[in-house]
């Protein structure tokens, strides 16, 4: 029997009223949808409907334990056209799926910068600037994906005005520096703090070994917001360790294809395939675990915020630490058998075989021992 915990009607009906939010209700009230599910196959061609505040189209991608946390949206700016422009009270970063264009960031003290665009563009919006973004072409529509911290925003004011029209230049984000916007950055260890990167589809990556087979890891700072997200690339043959967290990361493949398995503890793996501009949702504590089954490394973006990471005293995220300590990464030496023969039959179904072996081998250096039993 499936543990997603379903129960009657009955019960449900008694809860009905509080299911619905602030969020849930704004958004409708928008004319948009949300995507409630774990997987969206393609980003590029996900159903857009009309957004008449911003004069794309747009979709909502929310899943049920996120609405709370963070949420994410695909937006289309069509040929020629740009969006209306928008101030908000919720931080927001945004990667360009496709096509080409520009930015302009303002705030009320009159300072104003532009950028440029294309494809894996990677920026944030500095919190309550003025902000629009135009296509640059007239051909070619934009599409983009981005990560806000809307939900707890809604549903602490529920007040739109207030939300997208407070007249507050927040200074220490944004003072209109004409270098804001340039593809720069400085490296923190693992962290980037940049306010945009031209193409991270090539982002040249720092190794992360603690993630498993010679993973390149780098998280990012953006317009000094609380969207951590980050990528991870890991390469031909191999897959990474699982692991689990709260809820509201969003998986975005920029390169490489393969597939996903992800499940709630004590039941069995479900299969997710991706390719480029795939979407995985992992809920709330369920374990994942990707699997690069192509010919290329396999990168993916995991647009986020601050609440998705569960941190032990030492501020480091229990995704990266052994479940032999108490942390939330399951290592190699103690995966399901399942786990490796499903990846050799997906490999060979390429004329792939897995090239874990070295992976298996440098994670006994540093694996703590079993406790007992
Ligand atoms: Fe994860």
């Known amino acids: 029997m499936a543990k997603d915990a379903l129960v009657s009607e009955k019960l449900a009906s008694k809860?009905?009223?509080e299911k619905e939010t602030p969020y849930t209700r704004w958004v409708r009230d928008e004319g948009l949808e949300i995507i409630s599910g774990h997987y969206v196959a393609n980003l590029n061609t996900?159903?857009?409907?009309?957004?008449?505040?911003?004069?794309?189209?747009?979709?909502?991608?929310?899943?049920d334990a996120s609405r709370t946390s963070n949420d994410c949206y695909v937006c289309e700016i069509p040929e020629g056209g740009k969006l209306a422009?928008?101030?908000?009270?919720?931080?927001?970063?945004?990667?360009?799926?496709?096509?080409?264009?520009?930015?302009?960031v303002w705030n009320d003290a009159g300072a104003?910068?532009?950028?440029?665009?294309?494809?894996?563009?990677?920026?944030?919006?500095?919190?309550?600037?003025?902000?629009?973004?135009?296509?640059?072409?007239?051909?070619?529509?934009?599409?983009?994906?981005?990560?806000?911290?809307?939900?707890?925003?809604?549903?602490?004011?529920?007040?739109?005005?207030?939300?997208?029209?407070?007249?507050?230049?927040?200074?220490?984000?944004?003072?209109g520096e004409p270098d804001y916007f340039a593809n720069k950055g400085e490296q923190k260890g693992l962290l980037l703090e940049t306010n945009f990167v031209a193409d991270a589809?090539?982002?040249?990556?720092?190794?992360?070994?603690?993630?498993?087979?010679?993973?390149?890891?780098?998280?990012?700072?953006?317009?000094?917001?609380?969207?951590?997200?980050?990528?991870?690339?890991?390469?031909?043959?191999?897959?990474?360790?699982c692991h689990r967290h709260g809820p509201g990361a969003h998986v975005i493949i920029l390169s490489g294809e393969g597939y996903s398995l992800m499940w709630p503890e004590g039941e069995e793996p479900k299969y997710y395939e991706w390719q480029v501009g795939s979407m995985?949702?992992?809920?709330?504590?369920?374990?994942?675990?990707?699997?690069?089954?192509?010919?290329?490394?396999?990168?993916?973006?995991?647009?986020?915020?601050?609440?998705?990471?569960?941190?032990?005293?030492?501020?480091?995220p229990k995704a990266w630490i052994s479940m032999r300590i108490g942390g939330d990464q399951i290592d190699y030496a103690d995966e399901q058998p399942l786990i490796r023969t499903t990846f050799a039959e997906a490999l060979s179904k390429h004329g792939l075989t897995p090239n874990m072996d070295a992976a298996y081998e440098a994670e006994l250096a540093d694996l703590p021992p079993k406790p007992a039993a």
């Not at 993973?215 to 031909?236: W, Y």
């Not at 690069?292 to 501020?315: D, M, W």
């Open 85 to 104: 422009p928008q101030r908000q009270l919720f931080e927001e970063m945004i990667m360009i799926l496709s096509g080409r264009g520009s930015t302009a």
């Open 46 to 63: 996900v159903a857009l409907k009309p957004w008449p505040r911003r004069g794309g189209g747009a979709v909502f991608i929310n899943h």
């Open 201 to 241: 589809v090539n982002l040249p990556l720092i190794e992360a070994k603690e993630r498993g087979a010679g993973g390149g890891h780098i998280r990012f700072s953006m317009a000094k917001g609380s969207m951590n997200s980050h990528i991870s690339q890991f390469p031909v043959g191999t897959y990474k360790k």
């Open 280 to 316: 995985i949702v992992p809920p709330n504590m369920w374990f994942h675990q990707h699997f690069n089954t192509g010919t290329t490394p396999a990168r993916y973006l995991a647009f986020k915020h601050e609440t998705v990471s569960i941190r032990n005293a030492q501020g480091v």
């Open 15 to 17: 809860f009905a009223t």
């Open 112 to 175: 104003k910068v532009t950028f440029e665009w294309g494809p894996g563009a990677l920026f944030a919006i500095p919190l309550n600037a003025w902000h629009q973004h135009f296509n640059g072409s007239g051909r070619e529509t934009v599409r983009y994906v981005a990560v806000t911290n809307c939900p707890p925003v809604m549903n602490l004011y529920e007040d739109t005005g207030f939300i997208f029209d407070s007249a507050y230049d927040f200074k220490n984000r944004f003072a």
